[in-house]
């Protein structure tokens, strides 16, 4: 397989039907069945004690198995989460950008797993690991 979507025309979509986080997330790296994404960390995705939240973990995690996803079968909006499972193994560096390291373990035709680990930007070791299921629509 080989893709379908550039990062520049993902990075485009989401800007345009997730307006609410645009500018949040960059696309640093698309290869087949695997993504690189950065989250800015800025202080809204911060909690009390200054670590990085859980729900922006999640978005982070979940973002990336999606451009992977749209990355390879190309544009599927409604291509959806339907399972997510993170270990959240370490606390991430304050105030640093979180980098998700992405792949798709399978894309079938209706069903897609991806793992990420994420790790604080020029950190070593992952802060967490994700497993996600995404639903992909079926053809007509």
Known sequence: MSLKMTAE???GYLAEVFPQVDGQFTIEELGEMRVR???HVDEAHLRPGGTVSGPSVFALADV??????LGMIG???MTVTTNCSIDFMRKPASNTDLIAECRLLKLGRVLAV???LIFSDGGEHPVARASLTYSIPPKD
């Open 75 to 77: 544009l599927e909006g």
């Open 37 to 39: 994404v950065r989250l």
């Open 64 to 69: 990336s198995v999606y451009i992977a996803i």
């Open 114 to 116: 991806g793992e990420v």
């Open 9 to 11: 025309e993902i990075a």
